[in-house]
């Protein structure tokens, strides 16, 4: 099985690509729009996990 | 002239009354595209919501249907129903039970989640690119 981190950095990159191709129609803006949501949802978990950290989990 | 990557023409998609193209995007992932003469991005619709789909089911997700007292289930319903023929195909092989304790279970809900919501935005993109919103 997969750690967390690597199943959020696939579910990250494989909506990157659903869109990328969904909203682009060119290969160079494809590439960037694909790093830009790819990056956010990744580097926006993480940033939301850990600003979670104070919170109690019940 | 035509946007780069787009088709010639789109003879299978002109035939096609618009609500049946529709069901045939939303049943079959990427199929809309594919009978638009959008070969390149019907192909990797089709492979990412797949994989999504397939991950969902190996990471112990649960195909949502609603139960009574869940509001949020209705909606998780509707999302894994957005995947057309894969969410009946797994019903019927008595997959996506979902193992409630499996340490990967909300993953694979999220996977599940993810593909039944990105095959919906599809047939609205096949309604939009059919009646001439989207050039490419």
Partial sequence: MLDHLSLLLLDAALIAVFFAFLWKSDGAARWRYFWKVFLALSLGAIAIGWLMYPFPRS | ?136
Avoid at chain 2, 21 to 45: E, I, K, S
Avoid at chain 2, 51 to 56: I, K, N, S
Avoid at chain 2, 65 to 92: Q, T
Avoid at chain 2, 97 to 118: H, K, Q, R
């Fill in chain 2, 1 to 136: 002239m035509a946007a780069k990557g787009s088709p010639a023409k789109a003879p299978a998609a002109a035939r096609l009354p618009l609500a049946v193209l529709m069901a045939a995007a939303w049943l079959v992932p990427g199929l809309g595209h594919l009978l638009l003469g959008r070969r390149q991005r019907a192909a990797v619709f089709a492979a990412v919501i797949a994989t999504a789909f397939f991950v969902g089911l190996a990471l112990d997700g649960e195909l949502i249907l609603p139960r009574a007292g869940d509001p949020l289930s209705y909606l998780a319903a509707i999302a894994n129903l957005g995947s057309g023929v894969l969410f009946f195909v797994a019903k019927l092989a008595g997959l996506g039970d979902g193992v409630v304790t499996a340490a990967s279970y909300e993953f694979g809900n999220t996977f599940l989640l993810t593909a039944g919501m990105m095959n919906l935005l599809l047939v609205l993109d096949t309604h939009d690119v059919a009646v001439g919103k989207k050039a490419w």
